[in-house]
């Protein structure tokens, strides 16, 4: 039987693998990644660090407000698309390959810590955040998007997970970092000042179907569920599409996909 290391290196292979088809969905995320970045209070001068970065569309935002800006990711072709991103930009940003649970940077060395949808995918809530906050400078600031598990991304990722197979034992679902009372939690006495915000992301689709179309083809776990359905239970993969579709349905209007998250500010607490 596998440790229970080796259960999480395989869990994060896993995750690096099945991201790498995400580029495609990065103009979904553009607009909320300017939300983060002026919910942060990103400015001039400050360094800041992007955990998570897939493409860049947080990193490049910051670093054209004249951050200057380290981003961090843990599947390669993202990388390459956010060097592509910043090149186009105009902007300088240090891309790094890494894992949030374990960071190649200093202690207290960053102003201000980002992550957009990203974190929350940890397999490790606690380890993951006490990095953040590891790097983080006492008084910086802490800021994230998430996605809540009451609205679609959250509905539909909870789907999805009854169709694959269990994560390792102890990771919870990334949806309750979308939970204020859980982050509250979470960040406990480690921080001060916290303070949430809503935002909303409007994704043109022709219909339900066409969106979900949509997601199969790029969004990393979709994909490995689906080749997994269509190879041992096509009829179990019918079921999951009409669920899918009928979630979606809830938060379609007139050619509209709505998908909102939860934006979460604190600071480091200084002692």
Known sequence: MPSSTDGLTQFKQAQRESWAHFAPLEVFTTP?????VRFAEVGGGIKVLDVGCGTGVVAVTAARQGARVQALDLTPPLLERARENSRIAGVTVDWREGDVEEMPFADGEFDIVLSQFAHMFA??????????LRVLKPGGTLAFATWPPEMLVGCTMALGARYMPPPPPGVPSPVLWGDPNIVRER????VTDLAFDRGRIHVSSLSPQHFRAHVERNAGPIIKLVETLSANAPEELETFRQQFDAIVARFFRD???QQDYLLSRAAKRSS
């Open 32 to 36: 909320s990644a300017a939300h983060l």
């Open 123 to 132: 397999p490790r809530p606690a380890v993951a955040l006490d990095e953040m």
């Open 187 to 190: 960040l406990g006495t480690s």
């Open 255 to 257: 050619n509209i996909v």
